[in-house]
């Protein structure tokens, strides 16, 4: 493999989905409406203020009155996210050890690192929602709370590491990007910074994919083989078809999301198949073409049956996952001790 001062080229239809992040970084942080003091106001006159804000396309903030199914959603969405973020660290921390050469190895490390992360950017916005952090923890361990259909997914060569990293990493953004204009400001404000960073992520698994599929034959063939296991948990990662998505059309309504989930896959596989032809690797679906008529690429939906199969625990390493997740939240309980033992100490100025 060549790895000094290779540099793959740049994915294409990525520094556009950068440019749109770009864009909505300072959006809605002005608000000309002031928030309605607390106990001033009767019920209609909130939920008046309310869709007001959210229908000027401004940020309604953890201060504001909101309605409960509201907060329910975003509480909802928003802990399925978070919980994504840091089982998704599972996956690719398989090959953390085994990466091929000590610059693969310090970028999957980055990389890894910066999920937990936006774990911790996600957590904290939930908790400005009133709902306190190891609740949610106990709700993902208990199976009461979801996390990405994709991450229950087994990564059993190097390749896989990239592919999952090009394609889960690139389907993320693509369903991310107008989340960082969501009606709700600390999940807009976490989307923002969240996204700049999936970007590199997606880019390190482009360019891994890239160095195997100039290799050897035995090498393009393992990044085929691995592209051929990640196209559909990438295209099922959307969510289930319109028609059958329960939350969709309130959450647009509330414009906490924006597009429908069909919508977003079909940005995702228009972006893909350029991509793939810069990897000079195949997307395995005999069905993509493009559609002059539509403007977009017609392709086959993925396996919604098995989507729900994997969403209900019956995945390929859903049990592994959650007994990982549990048994290290169980073992890094005396961090967190010394964590909150150091931060009173601090507080009554111990040094
Ligand atoms: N995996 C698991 N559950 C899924 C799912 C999936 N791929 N797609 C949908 N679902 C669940 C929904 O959560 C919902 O279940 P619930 O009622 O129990 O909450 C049900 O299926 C019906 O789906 P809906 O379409 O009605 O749900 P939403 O309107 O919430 O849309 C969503 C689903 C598109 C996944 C949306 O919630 C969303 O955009 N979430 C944020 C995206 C996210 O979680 N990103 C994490 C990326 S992980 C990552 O980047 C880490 C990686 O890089 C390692």
């Keep these: 493999?060549?790895?000094?001062?290779?540099?793959?080229?740049?994915?294409?239809?990525?520094?556009?989905?950068?440019?749109?992040?770009?864009?909505?970084?300072?959006?809605?942080?002005?608000?000309?409406?002031?928030?309605?003091?607390?106990?001033?106001?009767?019920?209609?006159?909130?939920?008046?203020?309310?869709?007001?804000?959210?229908?000027?396309?401004?940020?309604?903030?953890?201060?504001?009155?909101?309605?409960?199914?509201?907060?329910?959603?975003?509480?909802?969405?928003?802990?399925?996210?978070?919980?994504?973020?840091?089982?998704?660290?599972?996956?690719?921390?398989?090959?953390?050890?085994?990466?091929?050469?000590?610059?693969?190895?310090?970028?999957?490390l980055a990389k890894v690192q910066d999920e937990a992360g936006h774990g911790l950017y996600l957590y904290s916005a939930v908790e400005t929602l009133g709902v306190d952090r190891e609740s949610l923890f106990q709700a993902l361990h208990e199976g009461r709370q979801k996390y990405l259909s994709f991450i229950n997914y087994p990564t059993p060569t190097w390749a896989d590491a990239g592919a999952l990293a090009w394609l889960t990493d690139?389907?993320?953004?693509?369903?991310?990007?107008p989340l960082c204009r969501s009606s709700y400001g600390?999940?807009?404000?976490?989307?923002?910074?969240?996204?700049k960073e999936e970007s590199f992520h997606h880019r390190q698994g482009f360019d891994a994919l890239h160095v195997l599929s100039r290799g050897t034959k035995a090498q393009k063939r393992m990044a085929q083989d691995?592209?051929?296991?990640?196209?559909?948990?990438?295209?099922?990662?959307?969510?289930?078809?319109?028609?059958?998505?329960t939350h969709s059309e309130q959450s647009m309504r509330w414009r906490i999301k924006r597009y429908t989930n069909d919508e977003l896959r079909q940005r995702f596989v228009d972006i893909c198949v350029p991509q793939a032809e810069v990897l000079g690797l195949t997307l395995p679906d005999p069905a993509l073409a493009w559609n002059g008529e539509r403007g977009h690429y017609d392709f086959t939906p993925p396996d919604f049956d098995e989507l729900r199969r994997v969403v209900a625990g019956d995945g390929p390493c859903n049990r592994q996952r959650v007994g990982n997740r549990r048994r290290a939240h169980e073992e890094g309980a005396w961090v967190r001790e010394a964590a909150v033992a150091h931060a009173a100490k601090r507080r009554e100025g111990v040094r």
Excluded at 36 to 57: M, N, S, W, Y
Excluded at 77 to 94: D, R, Y
Aim: hydrophobic share 40%; proline share 9%.
């Design 170 to 177: 690139g389907a993320a953004i693509v369903n991310q990007v």
């Design 186 to 195: 600390p999940y807009a404000r976490a989307m923002v910074r969240v996204c």
């Design 226 to 245: 691995a592209v051929n296991r990640w196209w559909g948990p990438a295209l099922a990662m959307f969510g289930p078809p319109h028609e059958q998505s």
């Design 1 to 108: 493999m060549r790895h000094n001062g290779y540099s793959a080229p740049e994915p294409p239809g990525a520094a556009e989905l950068l440019a749109e992040v770009e864009a909505t970084a300072k959006d809605g942080l002005d608000r000309g409406r002031a928030p309605l003091g607390p106990g001033e106001h009767t019920e209609d006159e909130l939920l008046a203020h309310f869709e007001a804000v959210v229908a000027a396309d401004e940020k309604i903030e953890p201060r504001d009155w909101m309605p409960d199914a509201y907060r329910r959603s975003l509480v909802r969405q928003l802990s399925q996210h978070a919980h994504s973020e840091v089982v998704g660290m599972q996956p690719e921390g398989n090959w953390l050890t085994r990466a091929p050469s000590l610059k693969r190895k310090a970028i999957l």
